[in-house]
């Protein structure tokens, strides 16, 4: 099977997009590059998944978002 590429774009404060960049830094670095580019006060957090097959690909995205969505609710849940 071919190589899958899939993006993951998060926009929002710039605080907020370090928060989330964290979250996920500890996971697999080999399936993923990610980045955290800012505009003033605004971020643009960008994860981008290579892997072989679209399983794989999945799981990666689906473990990404996973860490994203706990981050974001535990970042909620502080105010």
Known sequence: MGEVKASIIWKGEFA???AL????SPDDPEDFIVELM???DRAQLRVVVSSEGLGRSR????DILACL????SGLDSLG
């Open 59 to 62: 799981a990666s995205v689906d």
């Open 16 to 18: 907020r997009g370090e």
């Open 21 to 24: 960049l964290a979250a996920i």
């Open 69 to 72: 969505a706990a981050a974001e």
């Open 38 to 40: 800012e505009d003033g």
